[in-house]
């Protein structure tokens, strides 16, 4: 399957066309110029575009402190309305007072509470006694209190 | 390998490295140095790494033909665009025709000769006697099996001459 005939014309022949090529290569500093030790090109966006990718290292870092004081000042801000608002404050002493009312009025129940005490629903709030006279003592004292 | 190391070895192999860049690209010179200072970057940058698998050489044409292949990946859809501007065109290829007419006939048949083999072959005939890389060194620039760089090398080789001996046979009948 090889070619048993030599090589040599053919070299010679991509040879010329290697020597033309290398007269028309490009000068590598203007090449590498056109990039940063970091691997980004110079000029490949251009400036109108280019936003915060644009700005020199300094630049970047100057204007990153003004966007961090900026958020520090807008944090601060809604913090001293949260506190200072008077209509918040005005329902936080509403919540106070109810609170201080409830405690004051401790074991208060609505008159109609008893009806949500339906037969039987001790059972789910107690532990049946063993040793008890009958087991469901708890269940017997909701019905005697229904009955009363 | 350091950055400046790096800088060291590109710029060693720079203008093989046209040369490839400029196979790559169909011989478009805009697109070889186009690619080749993607090439740079990527390298330069750090988003293609030389690991030291293989010989820095083989690796970083192995770089510059897959940068060739996503930049012609964006040619064509720029050419998609540009074929709706009717009118244009002749613009794009005037640089081109300007340059075949200064290329020395002998590499102007070379490349047209070229041409008509299977992209394959084209690139390593192209990395063995231009770039003079071993058939392996070749595979292994070309992603491919030793065995079938060195079935692209023969039947590319025959094939680059019978062409162009049957060029040199129509040439003086031409003249005539």
């Known amino acids: ?148 | 390998m350091t950055p400046t190391e790096l800088k060291a070895q590109l710029r060693w192999l720079h203008k093989e490295s046209f040369g490839w860049a400029l196979h790559c690209c169909g011989r478009e010179e805009p697109d070889a140095e186009d690619v080749l200072q993607t090439t740079y970057m990527k390298v330069l940058s750090g988003s293609a790494r030389f690991e030291g698998r293989s010989a820095f050489r083989t690796w970083l044409f192995g770089v510059i033909r897959r940068t060739a292949q996503e930049h012609h990946r964006r040619a064509r859809l720029r050419e998609r665009r540009a074929e709706r501007l009717a009118g244009e065109a002749d613009a794009f290829e005037a640089p081109q025709i300007e340059r075949d007419l200064v290329r020395a006939e002998s590499s102007r048949r070379l490349v047209e000769a070229l041409e008509l083999l299977s992209e394959r072959q084209r690139e390593v005939l192209h990395l063995v006697f231009y770039q003079d890389l071993t058939i392996e060194e070749a595979a292994g620039v070309m992603e491919v099996s030793l065995g079938s760089a060195r079935t692209h090398y023969e039947r590319g080789k025959a094939r680059l001459r019978a062409l162009l001996e049957e060029e040199k046979r129509e040439r003086p009948a031409a003249g005539r």
Request: hydrophobic share 40%; glycine share 10%; net charge positive.
């Open chain 1, 1 to 148: 399957m090889n070619d048993p005939r030599p090589d040599a014309e053919l070299r010679e022949r991509f040879q010329q066309l290697r020597s033309e090529d290398r007269s028309a290569a490009p000068d590598f500093a203007a090449m590498i110029g056109g990039v940063r030790d970091d691997g980004s090109r110079e000029g490949a966006v251009p400036p109108v575009v280019r936003g915060e990718a644009g700005l020199g290292r300094s630049a970047w870092h100057g204007r990153r402190w003004v966007w961090a004081a900026g958020s520090l000042a807008a944090a601060a801000a809604v913090a001293a309305v949260m506190v200072f608002n008077p209509a918040a404050r005005a329902d936080r002493e509403f919540e106070r007072t109810i609170r201080s009312f409830a405690a004051a009025s401790g074991g208060w129940r609505t008159p109609t509470d008893v009806l949500l005490d339906i037969p039987g629903s001790e059972i789910t709030r107690t532990v049946p006694r063993i040793g008890a006279p009958d087991g469901l003592e708890g269940l017997n004292g909701a019905a005697r209190r229904n009955r009363s």
